[in-house]
T-cell receptor
């Protein structure tokens, strides 16, 4: 059974710092991996999607990498801002492109002004 | 705007009552997923549809839960004889095109008293 772990569970950084969020998964036979952001009491916002054949994806100040063989992904946030404060969730999809996502518990990020 | 609306956004009900949630994708997407998220946890898969066919159900979906997607557009999730353990955020997601990226609605927060 696929398990997704996110470390750390919570992180507090001063504004302007670069930071890395970690995600690991137990079964490397994934189809793709998706990073989401969730604000308190809200739904999930898709940030980046990495296909299993890709090594990284970038969007603005965000960069996600994937090392499928070692079962790891990282989300790099450059020049953090208070508006980046949220919970970041990592999710993997196994098998085909239509199977459900398996989520980690998330990393709660606070960026202090 | 993720292209998915959910109603109601909040529901408070007494134990033993039945509740129904609705998910409306703005445009047609053949795959629609339901997830449940409890406090401090990542979303967990409940069920998904391809068009009007319900293709997979999680073991979390007890016989008190039923989901439908008539005509392959909107979807409803009904919980009968609610229990306090049903208190959670219920999230609907659609899947787009060839990238298999999932987009989530804002969720319905259920509180069972």
């Amino acid at each position: 059974k696929q398990e997704v772990t996110q470390i750390p569970a919570a992180l507090s950084v001063p504004e302007g710092e670069n930071l890395v969020l970690n995600c690991s998964f137990t079964d490397s036979a994934i189809y793709n991996l998706q990073w989401f952001r969730q604000d308190p009491g809200k739904g999930l916002t898709s940030l980046l999607l990495i296909q299993s054949s890709q090594r990284e994806q970038t969007s603005g100040r965000l960069n996600a990498s994937l090392d499928k063989s070692s079962g790891r992904s990282t989300l790099y946030i450059a020049a953090s801002q208070p508006g980046d404060s949220a919970t970041y969730l990592c999710a993997v999809r196994e098998g085909s492109g239509n199977t459900p996502l398996v989520f980690g518990k998330g990393t709660r990020l606070s960026v202090i002004a | 705007d993720t292209g998915v609306s959910q109603n109601p956004r909040h529901k408070i009900t007494k134990r033993g009552q039945n509740v129904t949630f609705r998910c409306d994708p703005i445009s047609e997407h053949n795959r629609l997923y339901w997830y449940r998220q409890t406090l401090g946890q990542g979303p967990e898969f409940l069920t998904y549809f391809q068009n009007e066919a319900q293709l997979e159900k999680s073991r979390l979906l007890s016989d008190r839960f039923s989901a439908e997607r008539p005509k392959g557009s909107f979807s409803t999730l009904e919980i009968q004889r609610t229990e306090q353990g049903d208190s959670a955020m219920y999230l609907c997601a659609i899947q787009t095109g060839s990238s298999y990226e999932q987009y989530f609605g804002p969720g319905t927060r259920l509180t069972v008293t």
